[in-house]
């Protein structure tokens, strides 16, 4: 039983873990700044255009009520979130890609397999000791 905590708590700590939680904690956070966004700002600007509440429109026939403002809000909720999401993955991976660019420059200096000491890339001959360089 001992052992199965310990794997337990090996799992919990990886960082894969602990991000993943971290993205979902502010991503519940972000999703009630959106929602507050469209239920008090963007639905109430566009039900001026419709009379009303724009989370409020309802179509109601035979005794059914067809409540497309809730879902019409919704998607607006969903297309904000999906667009924000978007943008932070374009910005991460921007980042992630110039992180990799900048590790695979070739290192500008080299040292000499006979003195040890550093040398540009491009020397043919080691300045300290005079050493002939191989290619």
């Given at each position: 039983m001992?052992?199965?905590?310990n794997?337990?708590?090996?799992f919990i700590s ?9 993205g979902v904690i502010i ?7 959106v929602?507050a966004?469209?239920?008090n700002?963007?639905s109430p600007?566009?039900g001026?255009?419709a ?8 179509l109601?026939a035979f005794?059914?009520?067809?409540a497309?403002?809730a879902?019409?809000?919704s998607l607006v909720n ?5 667009f924000v999401?978007?943008?932070i ?7 992630i890609s110039?992180?990799?660019n900048?590790g695979?420059q070739?290192p500008?200096?080299k040292?000499?397999p006979?003195c040890y ?5 491009k ?13």
């Amino acid at each position: 039983m001992k052992k199965f905590f310990n794997e337990f708590k090996t799992f919990i700590s990886k960082g894969n873990v602990m991000d993943l939680a971290v993205g979902v904690i502010i991503g519940a956070a972000f999703q009630g700044v959106v929602t507050a966004l469209t239920d008090n700002i963007l639905s109430p600007i566009i039900g001026l255009f419709a009379g009303q509440n724009f989370d409020l429109l309802k179509l109601e026939a035979f005794g059914v009520t067809i409540a497309y403002g809730a879902f019409l809000t919704s998607l607006v909720n969903f297309i904000i979130m999906a667009f924000v999401i978007f943008l932070i993955v374009k910005f991460m991976n921007k980042l992630i890609s110039a992180g990799k660019n900048q590790g695979e420059q070739a290192p500008a200096m080299k040292k000499c397999p006979y003195c040890y000491s550093d040398i540009h890339m491009k020397a043919t001959r080691c300045p300290s000791c005079t050493s002939q360089l191989g290619e």
